[in-house]
């Protein structure tokens, strides 16, 4: 997956680079609501393989449960693909909620085409 | 191009519809710079078909202006492929510059690959 630039340009103080040796190993992209004033919202995460199950992606999420709280927002959101079940772990051990979804996979509650044709996803939201 | 969700969920106050007759004609998604305080970006506009050449985009920028001013920015900036002479020639009318770029299309001032490989963009800033 490939980013837009702009996130680069304009969504940078809500998101977070870990780097180890001069090498990135891992990365949060998140923002502000602009008209949820309440809510925040982290719209991409990665870890790098050798570095998955340390704690780095806790650490990432925890930086921007700080960055959200510090400008006033009460609620952070998240978004995953219905199959991805390691991702699902890992928002309900950090403390998410999964949205009530009218199918389910693998357990999981389901928004059908949440993000257009085909595009399948699970919700999640936290209170900060 | 089919937007994520996450558009019409967080970024709704900076963002317009127009309709004529419940039809939806026009639109403009943009939203406030969270990382550039001074800054508003311009991400998606559609006008249709029957409806262009009226001054429905023109006045759906100069909503978002208004709305930009509003919060305190003095810099609005937009991107397009360097293949539409249209959307050159109308941000050129709206008053937006053209950053110089390294490479020239039909004389229009080229970025390669800003967004990803192949995707050459047309970068646009105009002061509010």
């Given at each position: ?31 502000l609501s ?21 704690g780095l ?72």
């Amino acid at each position: 997956m490939l980013l837009p630039r702009l996130y680069f340009q304009h969504f940078t103080s809500g998101s977070f680079l870990a780097e180890r040796n001069g090498e990135l190993v891992g990365f949060l992209i998140g923002f502000l609501s602009e008209s949820r004033r309440g809510e925040s919202y982290i719209h991409f995460v990665g870890v790098a393989p050798e570095w998955q199950g340390g704690g780095l992606g806790g650490y990432l999420y925890q930086l921007f449960f700080d960055y959200s709280r510090a400008h006033g927002r009460t609620v952070v959101r998240a978004i995953t693909s219905p199959g991805n079940a390691g991702s699902y772990t890992f928002h309900r051990r950090m403390g998410f909620d999964v949205e009530p979804g009218p199918v389910a996979f693998d357990g999981r509650p389901v928004h059908p085409d949440y993000d257009g044709p085909g595009l399948d996803r699970v919700c999640f939201v936290r209170s900060l």
